[in-house]
């Protein structure tokens, strides 16, 4: 019975008896997700709620379980109405936060981690996620005053120093985004996701042979070996850029006005990979019509001639061969 009076303080329900179902229903959906089970641990929370369950923490805890579940928009009432039970939680705004977040309702979500900044003023945690907030918004100049303030207060926050190599990554000043992410590696040198934002850089500012060495730095960290894949094929690339090799992509068709079709619906935003996959009559169509890397003289002149001629990223015009009409796409 004192258990059970402890989880009805949790909860904020009279026990024993009107009380007793609401307890065993949030003993069963903590059982249920201590099993990995959050949906099924989610209807019992659902039920001890419609029962009259409603302290500040089974709120939270319930708001959770919607976060876990993509619940985002029944998070945030449950959050909302924890605050109103009370104001002063902290984490509780945070959580606001991402779950405003989540709906892409980026105002909301920034005034809530603002109030979150009222509370603790010298969070650098808060000021840091303000910082990334004010960056989504466009608000750069916001942006930078918050992860100045979080690295003010902490220089070992490695999250502020990510975020502002974000920055500048953005504003295309490469040195200097480089700059920030070699001090998130600095303060956490098992962090994958460093290390390959500098490789990334590194190999558009074209310092092939620093951006090869830090992507076998990532790739020596990578725990998740889907990861580890992606990050090879990207030294694989590096390394194909180094040697003179090509790499492009094409669709085939049958007739020109198909091909034109395809060019006007790249014109449209559509994914040349998903447009390969659906109109391509080419072998390699299941693979979105990439050619892999490969060397001069090493596809059929035809072909090749229209690569070299195309930038990164571009388009070729109809181009008529023996087999159909092809439309070609460099990718390095």
Known sequence: MRFIGLIAAVIGIATPASGQAIVEAVQRGDSLLAH?????ALAEYEKALELGAGSAMFLNRLASLYMQTGGYRQAAQSLQQSLAEDPRQLPVYSALGEAFLAMSQLDSSIFY????SILAPS???VHSTLGYLYMQAGQG?????????????????????????YYYAQKDSVDRAIEYYQRVAELSPEDVEAYNNIAFLLAVAERHLEALEYYKLAKDRA????????IA?????VQAIMAGEMRARYILVETEASALEVLEKMAQGADFSQLAQQLSIAPNASQGGDLGFFGPGELRPEIEDVVVKLKVGELSPVVELPMGYIV?????
């Open 36 to 40: 990995r089970q959050p949906k099924q």
């Open 113 to 116: 981690v603002e109030q979150a």
């Open 123 to 125: 969070s650098t945690k």
């Open 141 to 165: 100049e916001r942006a930078r005053e918050r992860l100045d303030r979080a690295l003010a207060l902490d220089d070992k926050n490695s999250e502020a120093y990510r975020l502002y190599g």
């Open 223 to 230: 725990q998740d070996p889907y990861i580890a894949q992606a």
């Open 233 to 237: 094929a990207k030294i694989e690339e």
């Open 328 to 332: 070609v796409q460099r990718l390095n």
